[in-house]
């Protein structure tokens, strides 16, 4: 990426978080170093692979220097503000405007699983909820021994640990950067065992989540 190109994706990116700062959460894109460490566990064979919230595409480039087919990604991106950007940087990636969180009930595969999910969402930000709701959706197009990649600016997972007890998952942290605005960990969350999730909505009591995810608990 040329340096024209970075400054306009940073401008790009400050005017969104200036708009709206719960759903885009930081002020500027997600480095390079963070890219490499996102990716740096995803091979070609993985593909298909699906990307939430690709913003200006700094995860996605960095799929693609790994060897993942630019036909293998499916980007799901809720802000209208980087769909052109993204339509017009890989045209031939499938490009879905949607909220994560009913990923689930959206059937976007009925061929072969996803082999990884890589998040930009920013999870600190959302409810207990809809983070259960995302991770229940992705991990219904996963194939076994698939994972997801998120990256947090907090000093522990950014899922819950009564999440991902009740969806039977672990996280463990892969890495960190301090070359990243601001410095950022990475956390790679998958199956405890093989399992079978289903399509319909989770079943779980919210009030139970939300009280459990705030008593001060943290991945083990």
Known sequence: MTAKAACSDFLHFFRSWISNPLRVAAIAPSGDSLARIMTSEIAALDGPIIELGPGTGVFTRALLARGISETDLTLIEY????????????????????????????????????GAVISGLPLLSMSPRKIASILAGVFTYMRPGGAVYQFTYGPRCPVPRPILDRLGLKAVRIGGTVR??????????????PLELSRERPRYREADIEVAAFSGESVG
Do not use: C, T
């Open 180 to 193: 990243n605005l601001p410095p950022a960990s990475v956390y790679r969350i998958s199956r405890r065992k």
């Open 79 to 114: 802000g209208p503000e980087f769909i052109h950007a993204l339509q017009a940087r890989f045209p031939a990636a499938r490009i879905l405007q949607m909220d994560a969180a009913h990923l689930a009930q959206a059937d976007i595969f009925e061929g072969e699983p996803v």
